[in-house]
């Protein structure tokens, strides 16, 4: 059965350095999001896209975020200039359906 | 106040219990979904429901739009249903998706 893939799987960072968070989503799907999960709270809905652009943006999405679909498979996310409060688990999914998620990428800015 | 809320946080039930968690939510949505995350982080979806009720083997999910209420129900509880439970909404005409708080089960041999 297809899965949605995350890469890395574990990133440490600097703060203030650009990351770029990457997801292989189901090749026949046609809505992807990224959520992210600080350690001990709820999933946050970060961003939602479909059609190669965005569709619903979350609060927390400003604009040191952004997302690409650069070569109709991966999806990424990219957050220009990390903060520590950026440290969290980043889930990707895709949804043709039902929606698959992503095993998330832990990141941890110091 | 969240827009979605579950009940309860946490539980811990017995090997073979039936157990019920429940999700209230406030806002016009479109779909709801129960998700299941391991405690090595991996999220699992296990329904999305706009109406009525569904079953995946002992897992049963129910939906009142009306009431904005939904539950998951586990027959005959085992171990390896430990894990968080996630309810989240997709909010009618936006593609956001609103997740709650978790309630964390605990079926213990």
């Known amino acids: 059965e297809p899965e949605v893939t995350q890469t890395p799987s574990h990133q440490v960072t600097q703060m203030g350095q650009e990351v770029i968070l990457r997801c292989v989503p189901i090749s026949n799907h046609l809505y992807f999001y990224w959520y992210r999960q600080i350690l001990g709270q709820k999933v946050e809905f970060l961003v939602s896209f479909y059609n190669n652009e965005i569709s619903e943006k979350s609060e927390i999405f400003d604009d040191q975020f952004s997302v690409e679909r650069p070569d109709g498979s991966n999806f990424t996310l990219k957050i220009r200039s990390t903060k520590l409060e950026d440290s969290a688990m980043y889930f990707c999914a895709s949804d043709g359906g039902t929606p698959r998620f992503g095993p998330g990428t832990r990141l941890l800015v110091l | 106040k969240n827009e979605v809320e579950q009940s309860p946080q946490n539980l811990t039930a017995q090997e073979g219990e039936f157990i019920t968690i429940n999700c209230s939510y406030s806002v016009g949505i479109s779909a709801l979904h129960w998700l299941q995350q391991h405690p090595g982080g991996g999220i699992v979806s296990l329904f999305m429901?706009?109406?009525g009720k569904k079953k995946h083997g002992r897992l049963i999910a129910t939906i009142n739009i009306q009431e904005k209420h939904s539950s998951l129900h586990i027959t005959a509880s085992h171990p390896r249903d430990s894990a968080v439970y996630i309810c989240?909404?997709?909010?009618?005409?936006?593609?956001?998706?609103?997740f709650g708080p978790g309630t964390s089960l605990s079926v213990i041999p």
């Open positions: 989240a909404v997709l909010k009618t005409s936006y593609d956001k998706v609103i």
């Open positions: 429901l706009s109406s």
